[in-house]
């Protein structure tokens, strides 16, 4: 009834959010001059963007009690907030031929690039690359490219509501049990543990806090880039193309959000003293006192913050072959990447933690397409492929899980496709032909699809990596306009 509805509801929440963005850009390209080789190319501009955040809530809505970085102080879940900025862009990029059609340089193309960009709400920034690209005869290309650039903060990691998760238990590394699973924790805990005389009890007396959400100190992240690589198409072996590419990304100050466990480990699993880096977000009890004991962790930050940095390294490389077959066209196309390095370093100076291997980033991924054309119609089979991995992230003995490798998985897809016209089309297909499933019991609950297709060779990229639906068909209906 309306008056039961009156006593149990006697009032809503009011939360509005509104954002809005004005973007206004002006560019133009063209060709500058010629030179013997060719003609230098260019393309410049500028943009102006206005970007907005508002919140406003009603005067009775919840509040955070002690919250992190004022203790004391009442702040609201959602505070009313009015909070804008504008970006004003300046930019270049030319690419000058320096040598065509000569003994040793069929092509050989310089490139440059560069952003200015001024922030109201944060210092000016400059982005730039340089690159080249060389063909010493018809069949080989060589490229190199070098790039700078910085990232500011977006609204959502500066501005998002700050939220609070009370835990009745918590996996705490320097609790009994778990101090044992790392050589470092021992001396590590005794360094950072309040009143620390030997490992905390299991479970935990208190109720610890985690606090997520944004954070409006951040600073912007910088990065440094650099990838080399060639392209071979043999003239004696017509379709046919090889690309191989080395890359490394390097971020400074890198922004980021990581889960209240891994910071824990982190903290204290470090070699030679606890990485402070994680160590500051972690506060523990300083005293024993009412429902705690001191030592115990009273609450986590695992807001967005600045780390120190990350590094990344790989290879990617692809084969792809297309020839007649009968009255139509077949393609196949092998292409993936080889993880050589996924370090992540919250503390400056330290080695960091090195995660390829761990079952985000596994050694080594695949993926194979063949694709067969003929009229209208074409049929492909995809397979996807992605090397055994490491499970058992924070856990520096692998005795500590039951089952703490990941198996490699593989994934087979079947699509047919008819386009009658450049316009429409109609493809019909089978995701996971065989069923294949994820071969962990944690990760089957949480894995994703990738979504392959026919068309997609290159799909080794983003979160998706394994299928956590099954097989199941499908059909779409495409028109372009």
Not at 56 to 78: C, E, F, Q, Y
Request: aromatic share 12%; net charge negative.
């Amino acid at each position: 009834s309306q008056a039961w509805l009156d006593y149990v509801m006697p009032y809503q929440r009011d939360e509005r959010t509104r954002n809005s963005l004005l973007n206004v850009g002006l560019g133009m390209n063209g060709a500058l001059f010629d030179l013997p080789a060719g003609s230098v190319r260019f393309a410049a501009g500028t943009e102006w963007r206005r970007e907005t955040l508002d919140t406003r809530d009603d005067a009775d809505t919840a509040k955070l009690h002690n919250i992190v970085w004022s203790p004391g102080n009442d702040h609201g879940l959602h505070p009313d907030m009015s909070a804008s900025r504008r970006v004003a862009e300046v930019y270049g990029e030319v690419v000058f031929p320096v040598l065509a059609d000569l003994p040793g340089a069929r092509r050989l193309d310089v490139e440059a690039a560069y952003r200015y960009s001024h922030y109201s709400d944060n210092p000016s920034t400059n982005t730039w690359k340089l690159g080249m690209i060389w063909s010493p005869f018809e069949d080989l290309s060589l490229r190199a490219v070098k790039g700078f650039s910085t990232r500011v903060p977006n609204f959502g990691e500066l501005y998002s509501p700050v939220s609070m998760v009370t835990l009745g238990h918590i996996a705490d590394p320097c609790q009994e049990g778990r101090v044992s699973q790392d050589k470092d924790r021992p001396a590590n805990c005794a360094a950072t543990v309040p009143g620390w005389t030997g490992p905390l009890p299991t479970p935990n007396q208190n109720a610890p806090r985690v606090f997520t959400g944004g954070n409006a100190d951040l600073d912007p992240e910088t990065s440094d880039s650099f990838s080399y690589g060639l392209v071979w198409q043999p003239g004696f072996v017509d379709g046919l193309d090889v690309t191989a590419d080395y890359w490394e990304i390097e971020i400074d100050n890198v922004i980021t959000s990581i889960a209240y466990g891994t910071i824990m480990n982190n903290c204290v699993n470090a070699t030679g003293a606890p990485d402070m880096g994680y160590c500051q977000f972690v506060h523990r009890h300083q005293s024993d006192g009412p429902g705690h004991l001191a030592g115990e962790v009273d609450y986590i930050q695992a807001q967005y913050a600045n780390l120190a940095g990350r590094k990344t390294r790989g290879i990617d490389f692809g084969v792809n072959y297309r020839f007649n077959l009968g009255p139509g066209s077949y393609r196949i196309g092998l292409n993936g990447t080889r993880n050589l390095e996924r370090r992540v370093i919250a503390q400056r100076g330290s080695a960091g933690t090195d995660n390829v291997g761990q079952f985000q980033y596994p050694d080594f991924k695949a993926t194979l397409l063949n694709r067969y054309d003929i009229g209208d119609f074409s049929f492909g089979v995809n397979t996807r492929f992605i090397s055994k991995s490491l499970y058992a992230v924070n856990d520096q003995s692998l005795e500590t899980r039951e089952m703490p490798y990941v198996p490699a998985y593989w994934q087979h897809d079947l699509n047919i496709g008819w386009a009658p016209t450049s316009t429409y089309s109609v493809s019909l297909g089978v995701k996971n032909v065989t069923d294949s499933k994820v071969k962990h019991p944690v990760l089957s609950a949480f894995a994703t699809t990738p979504h392959l297709t026919a068309d997609s060779v290159n799909s080794n990229n983003g979160a998706a990596y394994m299928d956590g639906v099954g097989r199941y068909l499908y059909l779409t209906l495409k028109a372009d306009f």
